[in-house]
């Protein structure tokens, strides 16, 4: 009987499109907290990426992940494009976090790197064929949807630019840090509202199927704990912020909520609606204490993508090991560690050896003006007379 | 056989995504239609309704909604999360038709009420366990996807909530209605075709399975005419106006297709395809008219949604009773009066509890200067040059 | 057993959502193309087009193009409905193109007649009924989800309508092309990259159905060869415009990525991933080459519609017969010239009629005042200073 076959197939095929409707919302999101000067290049880098990502992916990435592997009982085409579809995910949470400062060529470059070698090399070893099976670095990380796998390899490769790249101009001077207004707050929650749906096709397709009773609740609970957890995190940043500035912040309540998704991310097949609401909580935590850590130790950053994916990315991880059976903390662990020393000193070569090709940090001047003009030539908004 | 489980669950999945398209549906269309200077507190409000009606209804108010009832052939949390994903529309209903001038402490307190015990309550009346059951105020009202259940509900809190709270600072002077214009059309836009997309979800989703041939026709009927209500209430206003003003007024060509939305909304699985566009014409006339009304007795409403839900909440409520088959007029007009009494009264003093805690009336100064800056600390578009 | 009907009429659901997705998303991308004096008039044409086009085409085109036909297994109303998604497409293309000039009476006009006749006998004689079955003039194109039966019939009566209305007041003057910019960059990404997810929907439901394996496979081949051109066509288009100006031009990878996008169209399904990448790579260059040639030759088309549907349009039908087997060019070119005929000279005699009835040109005056306060009587964003 065909019908599992056929269900997963249109299964898979909508959890697919639910991610891809995080292209619009990763690049909303970016555009909307940059500076205007620097929209159209933020928009251009996540255009970029989507198209040279998946290419990467698609032409070699997908090969190095999972070849040679059993597939689940659904069309290959569509299981293919869901895996494509994670690929720019791990890249846009780079390319955010050093906006408004780096150039679009190694960022490029950087792109094709990690689309057809870097991250396929840890899916491969934690979802994939597994080259390391039965080596002291096998691993055995539960990570359902990319707590570590895809956020924290983004987190790490950024960690690894914001080193390379230095901070935006201007931003820490004379000891001090220079608040920069996000350019467009309706565009930072249609982004992060984008993304947040698209989070349920991330998780809810990681499941592998819907095409048992068993599979068909997995999802539903994945989905539901992916969505508690988001709104424990928008709860938790919120009221935070609330009792210490008597403010309503809605970017620390949309940063909240996103670190409180990254953080379930690993295990949401596997919580019970509390735990869910606890992990979501902390997750919402973390980010509003970490923002102004890494500001502190002058790493720029300026959509918070170190606090919300990296940060969160290890919490996710490790919850999977506090929070459910039969999942080992030591094995969520060295999970964690393996990805981080391979992704980072991997990452940090490769960015050090582009820099050196094609610089990744654009010119004080170019940062001036804007990167608009000088590497898109595009203005994001040329009749719209400035303040600044 | 477990198909249908599994494909009720998908589905309902499904739906429910939609639904939470309506949350930047909501969000955009009311930052669209704010002025510039109250933008991010709408959003912020929107956000927060998200996360707090949510957070209510799911620990406390779904149990009071369906607790000890038999639910539908699906897994569990695909039926919870689409429940869920209902109860912020009553309340976003509300929050725009106060926006402008209300403080985001008391709204939130609203919310967490509405949430977790006033909407929940009209859902047992009317979808749920019903604990009225066999009283003389049992209700035998057709309502499928909540003309009353959700919209009339919405538009009775908020009429409480206006009594209360009053008119925008300085839009009524000297015997004189101010018209105060909308910020960003294009979010307008954005926002209403992503409700108008959400609402395939909350109707479709509310027929409560598609895993037969007769479910899978009135799944199919339900979404075609909803969309069909929606393309004839947003004619019936354009050409309305367009006959009046001969100008192309899109924000009213909107406010007519969600008034059509609204009124075909309890009962599209019962009407032929004439009936909806009737039901959907007359939806969209009743917007025209009601808007200026409301203006003319003073009660500010810069989203009109007094008129799209409230009005026709009631008018979608009763065309079951003219429209369908077997169904009564006289079971339409009670469930229409009863859930009226109940949220009117409760909201009424709900809201002027809240409001002796903390003034839901944001200060005069804090109207002037814009929400944004006093509630929220965040100025929307901080870069873009006022006029005004 | 109903379970084919079922999983087929879901799917169908799924696929017209989608494609409903792709009224925002024109919407937003033409808003974002225009100067802000016109983003409320582009606006109000597409939702003009969504209401008008789609009862149009219910009440009269369906039975034009699809009567007395047997439909594929699936609810009635989920077939209506997704054919019903369609008919807007081809007049978005049309009045994208002859935007900032057109008013919006005769477009409606030109709308109804569209929706009615013009493209229902398109549909006719190549997915319906056909009414010249057996003619000399029978057609055997292979045309899966309308590289010509959309695309280039909105292209040609938008050929049609250029040559009637004439260019933008000011475009071409003493000689010379002046470049209008696009006023609001991330309108324009959020717009294509929703455009960019309907087009799943459109050519994956018109596969027919997903409820056997071969179908399943067929629908996720087709969505994924989808992609593939899109992505090769943003990467073609930037690629050029990097090699000769040294610019990463976001509005050259868009137009290039739906350039793709439409040529992939007539034959997803029959592709390899190397035939798909090699069609939307000509895809992306086809956009970049032509758009110039059209101002050469002075025909003004401000969101490069006859570049990316016309001319995509008809290399898309084309490759079908150089890429695929079992298909004849002879039969492409044979569809590609009889639709052109009769599509262009229906257009042109129908839009040559309404514009003595009613101008499609608005006054000088009206184009430098912009659109929206002389049609709409509403401006875009009137709070916003403007440089120009």
């Not at 076959?5 to 095929?13: P, Q, R, V």
């Not at 969160?312 to 929070?323: R, S």
């Not at 908004?381 to 600044?388: G, H, L, Q, S, V």
Request: charged residues 10%; glycine residues 12%; proline residues 3%.
């Amino acid at each position: 009987m065909d019908t599992p076959y056929i269900i997963n197939t249109l299964f898979t095929i909508f959890a697919t499109t639910l991610i891809i409707f995080m292209v619009p919302g990763f690049a909303m999101l970016e555009a909307g907290i940059v500076r205007t000067k620097n929209v159209t290049s933020v928009l251009t880098v996540n255009m970029m990426i989507y198209v040279v990502a998946s290419m990467s992916f698609m032409l070699i990435g997908f090969n190095i992940a999972f070849g040679g592997m059993a597939l689940p009982d659904m069309s290959y085409y569509a299981f293919v494009m869901f895996q494509m579809a994670f690929v720019g995910k791990a890249i846009n949470i780079t390319s955010g976090g050093v906006g408004e400062r780096s150039r679009l060529l190694p960022l490029t470059i950087l792109t094709i790197i990690v689309g057809a070698i870097i991250y396929p090399l840890v899916v491969n070893i934690s979802w994939g064929s597994d080259f390391l099976k039965g080596t002291l670095l096998d691993l055995n990380m539960t990570d359902l949807a990319g707590s570590t796998v895809v956020h924290s390899v983004g987190g790490w490769i950024l960690l690894a630019a914001i080193l390379i790249t230095g901070p935006r101009k201007g931003r820490y001077q004379n000891g001090k840090i220079r608040v920069i207004p996000a350019s467009n707050i309706p565009l930072v929650v249609l982004g992060a509202m984008l993304l947040w749906i698209g989070w349920f096709g991330f998780n809810g397709g990681s499941v592998g199927g819907i095409a048992t009773k068993e599979l068909a609740n997995s999802v539903a609970l994945t989905i539901f704990n992916t969505n508690t957890a988001g709104l424990a995190g928008g709860l938790a940043s919120g009221i935070f912020i609330y009792i210490r500035y008597h403010l309503f912040d809605i970017t620390m309540i949309i940063n909240g909520a996103l670190g409180g998704l990254v953080a379930i991310t690993a295990g949401p097949h596997l919580y019970t609606s509390i735990d869910s609401i606890i992990i979501g909580l902390i997750g919402g935590i973390l980010v509003v204490v970490a923002v102004p850590l890494f500001d502190k130790i002058r790493l720029d950053d300026p959509v918070g993508a170190l606090s919300v994916h990296l940060v969160n990315g290890i919490w996710g991880t490790m919850a999977v090991g506090l929070f459910a059976k039969d999942v080992l903390i030591i094995d969520q662990l060295k999970g964690i560690m393996v990805v981080a020393v391979f992704v980072f000193a991997s990452a940090f070569v490769v960015i050090y050896l582009i820099n050196k090709l094609s610089p990744l940090r654009a010119s004080d001047d170019d940062q001036m003006q804007g990167l608009d003009v000088g590497e898109c030539g595009v203005e994001a908004y040329p009749e719209f007379r400035r303040t600044i």
